[in-house]
């Protein structure tokens, strides 16, 4: 019992030593960085690498914090109703910013009023496959395909309301289609499922779908963004295939709470970025499929995320889906 | 009407009561749809009615046939357990591991049926060392050390 | 043939080089690096798995970064080592204190925690190793030779076919109760229900969460194993009379008679058979293994009255099946970069991260990779054997530790387990709920197993039943048309079973209802 005493007692005196210091000492204690999914998806790999690389840059720990739920609605909102001193990051993404506000009747945060977004970590194109016994080899056979028999075609999503669900609903209003959406668990079951032909055609996101393409289990036709992907350079884009304006990615990055201080910001951009343009991080997200972003400061990335929130709450609305 | 087998009484009743509880939610809530383009509450709705219907069985089998009886229920350990992991749980964020942890040791153990002091105490040391080398240390689990109120904590 | 052993050779030397390696400014030269990252993985894996509650995709997914200072060959064979280490330790929680870490060992608790109560910790622990050890062997020489189509069986696997095989794996659920059927298939039908709670995959509903945002993922199962199976056994045993130990306190011995290796053989052998087959399958493969291979010795043992109370094959075949699932469920991620679990989504990306894009083409391009790992499974069993069968020892003496002190070590393992799934208090309250639950269900008559066979499967196969027929467009005939003969087959051996089952059961109806205990 005398030891815990002495060990409060000790806590106690180094903590009032602390507080003398000012807010121009950021960061004076340990970060914590929330990753509003479970452990072990791309974007907590991503987050558990950045966190290291902060951590030598900061001179303190950032321990990465798993909050899922609620499709990281939970983990999010922790943030935005957290303290804004800069101690807590989350790593935010297009479903917890553009696609579930919409999704999500009664979002508890406003992802534009409530969070300060910091830094664009990574941007993974989607890409349109399809099974390899469809006789489609271009975008335009594959929509003269689905003209023709219409409400005949299955396209997989990972989940209902993801960027591949919403994709194909995009595709199918530019198009004037219509096919069926087969929600699964994740893209890992729809790839198995198109590999044996039971679906046709999927949007899928460039990293997870890369390893079938290249082993020629499934055929790429397009990606979903405006600029030629450099892991495929030889497949067009849809809009070079005739959907004018197709453009989709899927992104992540790290936001605070929205009254974190300028100078604070500051700082932790700058050095995420010094990060990102490490040669051995980059190539780590690279292997995840990412492009480096070109949005790289926090104005920019606000503004993309105001864009973004905008392009899909219409979407969403047109597609009909929603979560409640 | 006597109740031959009241443990497969309480279980049926438990049975029809979850499964009507299932039902009822399901069809005020969700919807049905059909069976090509099956609703959200198609699944719970056929499974809440079989489980009711299982649990009727056996509540009618309980009034026909013998069984044993309900053993007593022992609220002691039970309360004491529970408490103790809900102390640690919502202890954990705003006065650390080691406090927490002694919180869930001294109630759990209190639940038992003899409770020494001293001993509760050694042990509370020892898994309270024992755990943060282990799990904040070594799988470096994200869990506070020292309390909220202590601006920097003297352990990492 | 020749093939596969020139391959094998190849990853031998794979995993035995020497390499210099620097390390804290020294260099050393001739280091078995890859076998000591091999032994690292081991040891951690079997940590994690002993800790209730800390799986391996936690651990793997913190361990990623460390691993990017390592060669790819190297941190693939420590991270399948972590996941492996954890089945063997897993099952060691399972039989001490009747706690199951992970889906999979579920039934080992049943019989194999009987054995520990009856002083027969060391042979049941033994079994576990022995039993995991062989299908580890069996099932690393499967995958190194019929790899690539037994992916092209896995790829079969429709929507439907996976509808019928859940269907075949509830009533096989049932056979796991020994008490009253209608009960044990009671429970299996609220555990689907409660498996439910959530957002629904194919609408994107939320169902049952009563505005309860920590519910919208629905309920883990570790929560729920943690509550009924650990929370309400340490209940249980407190409410025992004063001072009654729980563990008889006789020791024991450590390893298995020669009566007990005898049972022991066929388990190991239909085990292994069922798992390696089973463990290919994405999605559920490896548990509907291991209790798939309870079921099977249940029905074609001599012993099957033992089942429950403690009988060996409860533990060697399930075990088995396990650890061959493990190892077989490499295949789909080796042969067609789908993963087959949350751990081998984790290997994939691992593997990206490290500039590998996994697939078939792994095999010709990266030979020494490809073939190294599967050495690596080999060779961590072995390990793994050995760290294991003295560590028995160690394990039986922590049972002579006065109940007092085991319980509150325990809860604290748990809640900590609990709370660092979601990092917030709300799943250790759901763990005390379940734990409550599960006590009365005790009480009652009713068996906590097949709630949970039921909790796991139930949103598996509502997913599968429903996307099925969204791409059937409505038609039933989808799960028995002759076009679908696995399907078929799967229904019918489930209606066989269920007679199997049915038809003692209504012959002894009136004594079962008197043969409850404990």
């Known amino acids: 019992m005398r030891r815990l005493l002495v060990f409060i007692a000790l806590a106690a005196a180094a903590s009032l030593a602390a507080a003398q210091g000012g807010p121009q000492s950021w960061p004076t204690r340990p970060l914590r960085l929330v990753v509003p999914y479970a452990a072990g998806g791309p974007i907590d790999i991503s987050s558990r690498l950045l966190a290291a690389k902060l951590q030598e840059s900061l001179g303190q720990p950032v321990v990465v914090e798993n909050r899922p739920g609620a499709g990281g609605n939970i983990g999010v909102d922790l943030i935005a109703k957290g303290p804004a001193d800069g101690y807590s990051l989350v790593m935010s993404a297009i479903a917890t910013l553009a696609i579930n506000p919409s999704l999500y009747p009664d979002l508890p945060y406003d992802p534009l009023r409530d969070l300060r977004h910091v830094t664009l970590l990574v941007q993974v194109p989607n890409v349109l496959i399809v099974a390899n016994d469809l006789p489609a080899k271009n975008v335009q056979e594959l929509v003269a395909l689905a003209k023709q028999r219409p409400g005949k075609l299955d396209f997989g999503s990972g989940s209902t309301g993801s960027t591949g669900h919403l994709a194909g609903e995009l595709f199918k209003v530019m198009t004037g289609t219509y096919m069926v959406h087969i929600p699964y668990k994740g893209s890992a079951p729809a790839l198995a499922d198109m590999m044996a032909g039971r679906i046709h055609l999927m949007f899928d996101n460039l990293a997870s779908a890369l390893p079938s393409i290249k082993a020629g289990k499934v055929r790429a036709l397009a990606t979903t963004t405006l600029k030629r992907s450099s892991f495929l350079t030889e497949l067009p884009t849809l809009d070079e295939a005739g959907l004018k304006g197709f453009d989709m990615t899927t992104w992540w990055g790290v936001s605070v709470a929205a009254k974190t201080p300028q100078p604070v910001v500051d700082r932790l951009s700058a050095d995420i970025l010094k990060a990102m343009d490490a040669a051995d991080f980059k190539e780590r997200l690279r292997g995840m499929g990412s492009e480096a972003p070109a949005i790289r400061t926090p104005e920019q990335f606000n503004a993309f995320v105001a864009s973004e929130l905008k392009t899909y709450t219409a979407l969403v609305k047109r597609s009909g889906a929603k979560a409640d | 009407m006597k109740i031959k087998s009241p443990q497969d009484f309480w279980a049926g009743l438990m049975f029809i009561a979850f499964g009507l509880f299932f039902v009822v939610v399901a069809l005020k809530f969700y919807q049905m749809g059909s069976s090509v383009r099956m609703g959200p509450a198609y699944f719970p709705v056929v499974l809440g009615g079989l489980l009711a219907t299982l649990g009727t069985i056996v509540l009618v089998n309980s009034l026909v046939l013998a069984g044993p009886a309900v053993a007593k229920f022992h609220f002691r350990p039970l309360l004491f357990i529970a408490a103790s992991s809900l102390a640690f749980a919502y202890l954990l964020k705003p006065l650390g591991l080691p406090l927490a942890s002694i919180a869930l040791i001294f109630i759990c153990a209190y639940g038992g049926h003899e409770f020494r002091w001293k001993e509760v105490a050694i042990m509370s040391v020892v898994l309270v060392i024992f755990s943060v080398l282990v799990f904040v240390e070594g799988l470096a689990l994200p869990f506070p050390i020292c309390p909220d109120f202590i601006e920097v904590c003297p352990i990492r | ?518």
């Open chain 3, 1 to 518: 043939m020749d093939g596969i052993f020139s391959n094998l050779a190849i990853g031998f030397v794979e995993v035995f080089k020497l390499q210099p390696v620097t390390m804290w400014g020294m260099t050393l030269q001739h280091v078995p690096f890859n076998i000591i990252m091999c032994l690292i993985g081991c040891l951690l894996g079997t940590l994690i798995g002993v800790l209730p509650g800390i799986g391996p995709v936690a651990t793997i997914a913190m361990l990623l970064p460390v691993t990017f200072n390592l060669s790819p060959i190297a941190a693939l064979i420590m991270l399948a080592g972590i996941y492996y280490g954890a089945q063997y330790g897993g099952s060691t929680t399972a039989i001490l204190v009747n706690i199951p870490g992970e889906s999979s060992s579920v039934v080992t608790c049943l019989d194999g925690y009987q054995m520990a109560r009856q002083g027969r910790a060391g042979p049941a622990l033994a079994t576990a190793a022995i039993g995991s050890f062989f299908a580890g062997c069996v099932s690393t020489l499967v995958v190194a030779m019929f790899a690539p189509p037994l992916a092209e069986v896995a790829l079969k696997f429709g929507p439907a076919e996976y509808f019928s095989l859940m269907v075949l794996g509830l009533v096989a659920a049932v056979v796991l109760a020994h008490g009253s059927l209608v009960k044990a298939i009671a429970m299996v039908i609220l555990g689907l229900l409660l498996g439910l709670v959530g957002t629904d995959v194919n609408s994107g509903v939320l169902r049952f969460a009563f505005g309860i945002s920590e519910l919208a993922d629905g309920i883990g199962f570790v929560t729920v194993a943690m509550g009924m199976f650990g929370i309400c056994e340490i209940i249980a045993n407190l409410e025992q009379k004063e001072h009654r130990e729980v563990f008889t306190s006789s020791v024991g011995k450590m390893m298995p008679s020669k009566e007990d290796w005898k049972r022991m053989v066929m388990p190991i052998i239909r085990g292994t058979a069922l798992g390696s087959a089973l463990g290919i399958l994405p999605g559920g493969g490896a548990l509907l293994a291991s209790f798939g291979a309870y079921t099977l010795e249940k029905k074609v043992s001599k012993y099957s009255h033992e089942f429950g109370k403690g009988a060996i094959e409860g533990v060697a075949a399930p075990e088995s099946a396990n650890n061959a699932g493990a190892q077989t469920s490499f295949i789909p991620l080796l042969t067609l970069g789908i993963p087959s679990n949350a751990v081998m989504a984790l290997m994939i990306g691992a593997m990206m991260i490290q500039g590998i894009a996994p697939g078939p083409q792994v095999m010709t391009e990266r030979p020494q990779l490809f073939w190294g790992m599967i050495c690596s499974m080999w060779v961590g069993n072995l390990m793994l054997v050995i760290l294991n069968l003295p560590l028995i020892g160690m394990w039986i003496k922590l049972l002579s530790v006065p109940y007092r002190y085991l319980y509150p070590s325990i809860l604290l393992f748990m809640a900590i387990g609990v709370f660092s799934i979601s990092n917030q208090p709300f799943d250790c309250f759901l763990m005390a709920v379940f734990g409550l639950l599960g006590y009365v269900c005790v009480k009652l008559g009713c068996e906590p197993a097949p709630l949970i066979l039921g909790f796991i499967l139930g949103p598996l196969m509502e997913e599968n039943l429903r996307r099925a027929m969204l791409l059937s467009r409505g038609d039933p005939w989808v799960f028995i048309s002759p076009s679908k003969p696995i399907s078929m087959g799967f229904l019918l051996a489930s209606v066989a079973l269920l007679v199997i089952i049915a038809a003692p059961a209504l012959r002894k109806k009136r004594e079962e209802v008197f043969v409850e205990e404990t």
